[in-house]
């Protein structure tokens, strides 16, 4: 029967339709790509390319800004001319140079942070460029750039285009003009788009605002004109490139470093190339190489002189020609030297065999050659490991649990023994994996014949064991070029390097927002009770250092239906598309925020209630999930410090919600008694035909609050603060006298229009006593704010 594959070759043998492909095949720019697939880039729908036109804009406007060391002012405007929308937006940055001007905005892949391993928040060299592609596609209009780099310079204008065949600028205008601006850098595009993401565009520009408290932002559409005010006039952090970190260096990666690097010893390229790497921690880098490579020697118990493994006597039969005593002495020193260690390597043999043969020369003036080295190291190593059973039963018997039979243990052992004695090479050297095989092949013959089980737990303990007394062996590591030249030899050198413990990275390539802004910037944009934040330390994900920050505003006039609203930033850029997509989401949504104080029904998914959680992600590389840089990927670590962040900020909203909690009843409580009280008090009165009780006094002492009161005597009047409670109070407090008071000691008096500010701050202790006095007319009037502790904790009667 004829098969179909024997059939594939019919038909058109002679390769003329391979020709013929051949010749329709052509490399494409990589601005003729994106032409053509303008949704990987974020420009999907006219609604969104006007979102990601202003987010490239804008964050270029930002970037250039910082890096110049000024504080952002940009202005963003869109406006419908009619078939299109006009895109403006200015800042006041450093400026670009002439030549630089087309190329930045011309050329996609163009740009000077590719390569750079530190935070920004634009790497790729796309964005903007992309933003001229769609507009030239949409509206055959050029792009308009003004851009100024002095005060006492012209403006360059340029009008350009993107040749999509070349992936090079086409500039329609060149020319010099006048402008307003000292240094800064104008960009107008008219492109095909609506307005149905304004509510996108909107949050776009607050979250900008919200995690760039330093830039003040101005944006005007047709329908909206927004200003938002800077929360602080201190700049990022600078950034300073660093080194990759060994730790989630991948495979590739380290080859093409190896190939590229200078050094020659693994340790120089350790410490040339990575960061965080000294001298003893390539060291032990290079020792865990070494011992993946080449295994680790076992090390031996050595033999006794009462035991029939003789070291002494070993070596003086493999000694010839150097007279008895000589040859005695000799063979003495080495056997002193062997017996007195705990344990012996191959390695060691041979080391104690140079310096007892040195000796011997030197005292005898006989030569100890090569041979006869070799000859008294075979004859020492054989008496070490003549008998191995034994040796190895010890460190298996310790490793299984005592319900193991003494004779499976000794038949495993045995077995564990043979596997040395049949090796080829006799120095007892294995590499981890080969000792599990030397266990499990052992095990596993022990169980066939002394019907004994050792399981995966026991056989691992007993590999522990063993490897823990094997000893790294002394020769030199490969050189860079060996390990370069063989990807099994640098896939070692990778588990080396991931395995050792390496400090973290330095943090001086990223800048963080830091907890003190990230609230600012929340308080600065939501008006709220409550706000957190964290700052998480830097972690490492394939070499690249990042940061993660959260932060949390509860309560005030934020909706007290639906879900929360959930901000994520990359590098201080928000990320307003693909929720559901981002890692940020997938965190959010698993944690259990009933824990916490939020209403989530099911225990999972996005919680409910009048919060905000943002989370910050600052790194030299984030891992999107698309060139779009919409989402962040689902990356473990990163996922990780998000959970932490997030759980950081939220133990300080559960402290609060249940401090409020305990408020209310509080507030409860007094309610009654305010209610109670009075009648209580009059009734009393009308019993004894005494005054009234001080109300305000009485309900002080009950509820264990600080009572605030004023005395006034033939004006001399008395401010006391009398603490009913427990713990210490200070407060602030501001007495406010339509007179002068004169001096009041240990208080501060200050006047304005008029009125008389008493500035006093008292600590109480609980159940103390603290008075300011002063004098003046009966006429004056009083009022008086008391601040430093929660309203439901004071009374005040003043």
């Not at 900008?208 to 602080?232: D, F, I, M, Q, S």
């Not at 505003?553 to 990320?575: H, I, Q, S, T």
């Not at 304005?752 to 008292?762: A, C, L, S």
Request: net charge negative; proline share 4%; with cysteine.
């Amino acid at each position: 029967m004829t098969s179909f594959q024997s059939t594939l070759g019919e038909g058109a043998g002679d390769g003329a339709v391979a020709e013929e492909l051949a010749q329709s095949q052509r490399s494409i720019s990589i601005a003729e790509f994106f032409e053509k697939n303008k949704q990987m880039l974020g420009f999907d729908s006219g609604a969104k390319a006007l979102v990601t036109a202003v987010k490239e804009a804008v964050d270029n406007a930002l970037d250039a800004t910082e890096e110049a060391g000024i504080l952002p002012d940009i202005y963003v405007e869109i406006e419908d001319v009619g078939d299109y929308y006009r895109l403006v937006v200015e800042d006041n940055g450093p400026g670009i140079t002439k030549e630089q001007i087309p190329k930045v905005f011309g050329k996609l892949l163009y740009g000077s942070r590719f390569h750079a391993r530190e935070q920004s928040r634009g790497q790729q060299g796309i964005g903007i460029s992309a933003a001229v592609l769609y507009s030239q596609l949409t509206s055959g209009k050029p792009a308009k750039i003004t851009s100024k780099t002095g005060a006492n310079n012209s403006a360059q204008y340029f009008e350009l285009t993107i040749d999509t065949d070349t992936n090079e600028p086409e500039i329609d205008v060149g020319e010099e003009r006048s402008w307003e601006r000292p240094h800064g850098t104008r960009i107008e595009l008219e492109m095909e788009a609506n307005m149905r993401a304004r509510k996108q565009l909107e949050a776009y520009m607050k979250y900008t605002a919200v995690v760039n408290p330093h830039a003040r932002l101005e944006y005007k559409e047709p329908k909206n004109h927004e200003k938002y005010e800077r929360a602080t006039d201190q700049l990022p952090d600078e950034t300073s490139e660093i080194r990759p970190h060994p730790h989630g260096v991948e495979l590739g990666t380290l080859l093409k470093m190896l190939d590229a690097t200078d050094s020659y010893s693994v340790s120089g390229f350790l410490q040339g190339e990575f960061t965080r790497v000294g001298g003893k921690t390539a060291d032990t880098v290079v020792d865990r190489f070494r011992d993946r490579h080449f295994g680790r020697e076992m090390a031996w118990s050595p033999p006794k002189a009462h035991e029939d493994a003789d070291v002494t006597a070993e070596v003086t039969a493999a000694v010839s020609n150097k007279g008895s005593e000589v040859t005695k002495a000799f063979a003495a020193d080495v056997a002193d030297a062997i017996e007195t260690r705990e344990r012996v390597t191959h390695a060691a043999v041979v080391d104690v065999v140079d310096e007892a043969a040195e000796a011997a020369a030197e005292r005898s003036g006989k030569s100890f050659g090569a041979t006869v080295r070799e000859n008294a190291v075979a004859a020492a190593w054989y008496a070490v490991t003549r008998e191995r059973a034994g040796d190895i039963y010890e460190l298996v018997d310790d490793a299984t649990t005592s319900r193991k039979d003494d004779a499976a243990v000794e038949g495993l052992a045995r077995r564990i023994a043979e596997k040395f004695d049949d090796q080829d090479d006799t120095r007892n050297r294995a590499t981890r994996e080969q000792l599990a095989e030397f266990v499990d092949r052992s095990a596993e013959m022990t169980e066939e014949t002394d019907d004994a089980t050792f399981g995966e737990t026991a056989r691992e303990k007993v590999v522990e064991a063993l490897w823990d007394v094997m000893e790294t062996v002394p020769d030199d590591a490969p050189k860079v070029s060996e390990v370069a030249a063989d990807r099994d030899v640098a896939a070692r050198l990778l588990e080396a390097m991931r395995e050792t413990d390496v400090l973290s990275p330095p943090t001086d390539c990223l800048a963080p927002i830091d907890e003190d802004l990230v609230e600012a910037g929340l308080r600065k944009e939501y008006d709220a009770d409550f706000y957190a934040a964290a700052t998480r330390d830097a972690e490492v994900h394939r070499g690249d250092p990042f940061i993660v920050e959260a932060g949390i505003a509860y309560g005030g006039d934020l909706p007290a239906e639906g879900n929360v609203e959930v901000l994520r930033f990359a590098n201080r850029v928000p990320l307003v598309y693909r929720l559901g997509a981002c890692s940020t989401t997938d965190v959010v949504k698993n944690i259990n925020w009933r824990n916490y104080g939020l209403d989530q029904p099911g225990g999972s998914g996005m919680p409910n209630g009048p919060a905000v959680l943002m989370v910050h992600v600052a790194s030299t590389n984030v891992p999107f999930t698309s060139e779009s840089k919409d989402a962040v990927a689902n990356v473990p670590e990163i996922e990780d410090e998000i959970e932490l962040a997030l759980r950081e900020a939220a133990r300080e909203l559960k402290s609060y919600l249940n401090k409020q909690r305990s408020l209310e009843k509080r507030r409860r409580k007094e309610n009654v008694l305010v209610d109670i009280l009075p009648e209580m008090a009059a009734k009393l009165s009308e019993v004894t035909d005494r005054e009234s009780l001080d109300i305000d006094d009485s309900l002080a002492r009950i509820m264990n609050n600080v009572l605030v009161e004023r005395r006034i005597e033939d004006g001399a009047v008395t401010l006391a603060v009398q603490n009913h409670g427990d713990t210490s109070a200070s407060l602030e407090i501001t007495d406010i006298v339509s007179e002068d008071p004169g001096d009041v000691e240990d208080a501060t008096v200050v006047e304005m229009d008029g009125e008389w500010f008493i500035k006093w701050n008292p600590d109480v202790p609980g159940g103390a006593e603290s008075v300011i006095e002063y004098s003046v007319s009966e006429e004056a009037d009083f009022d008086i704010s008391v601040e430093g502790l929660e309203s439901e904790k004071i009374t005040v009667n003043a």
